[in-house]
């Protein structure tokens, strides 16, 4: 029995692959971007009273030592209560790693905006037949990659309706 090599591909369904892509790809890149925004939120919701708390506290504490009247018991409590919280803020900031994550969501939207860019400039200025195959492979290795090919039930919301990453890229294997 004989294997043949698969079809080379025609720049038609070459063509509708690198539309779904697309669409993805800018699903990704939304995806990215938002969350990107929601990290940065937190590191701020966090690390802006935990470093207030941390100075009050600190501030009392000194101010404490430096008068020569000790502080009321409630007074105690209060320092004590705030600088708890202050403990827990930056333990959950410092945990969550709100910042780095912030980062990495933006360095992976700017690789989506890329690959959106690289489809463009395929879908404008077409490969020759013989580049074809393998300008394809490139650009499916690129896209997964960035995360497209995610883990099961990961769904995009493109064009109003949910996508799974395998079904957009499953056209690959009709062609």
């Given at each position: 029995m004989t294997i043949l090599p698969p079809p080379e591909p025609n720049w038609t369904s070459c063509k509708e692959l690198l539309e779904k892509w697309r669409i993805v790809a800018i699903a990704k890149m939304e995806d990215?971007?938002?969350?990107?925004?929601?990290?940065?939120?937190?590191?701020?919701?966090?690390?802006?009273?935990?470093?207030?708390?941390?100075?009050?506290?600190?501030?009392a504490i000194f101010a404490s030592l430096a008068q020569e009247?000790?502080?009321?018991?409630?007074?105690?409590?209060?320092?004590?209560?705030?600088?708890?919280?202050?403990?827990?803020?930056?333990?959950?900031?410092?945990?969550?790693?709100?910042?780095?994550?912030?980062?990495?969501?933006?360095g992976l939207s700017d690789r989506s905006y890329a690959l959106v860019l690289e489809i463009d400039h395929l879908l404008v200025c077409p490969p020759l037949q013989n580049e074809l195959r393998e300008v394809m492979l490139k650009l499916k290795d690129k896209m997964a990659s960035l995360g497209v090919e995610a883990s099961a039930?990961?769904?995009?919301?493109?064009?109003n309706k949910r996508i799974t990453p395998e079904a957009a890229l499953s056209v690959d294997a009709q062609h």
């Open positions: 990215h971007r938002s969350s990107v925004g929601s990290r940065q939120l937190w590191a701020s919701l966090l690390g802006i009273p935990s470093t207030i708390l941390s100075a009050a506290v600190g501030t009247t000790s502080l009321s018991p409630k007074e105690k409590i209060l320092i004590g209560v705030v600088s708890g919280l202050s403990a827990v803020l930056t333990s959950i900031q410092t945990n969550q790693r709100f910042g780095e994550r912030a980062e990495r969501h933006q039930g990961t769904t995009f919301k493109i064009l």
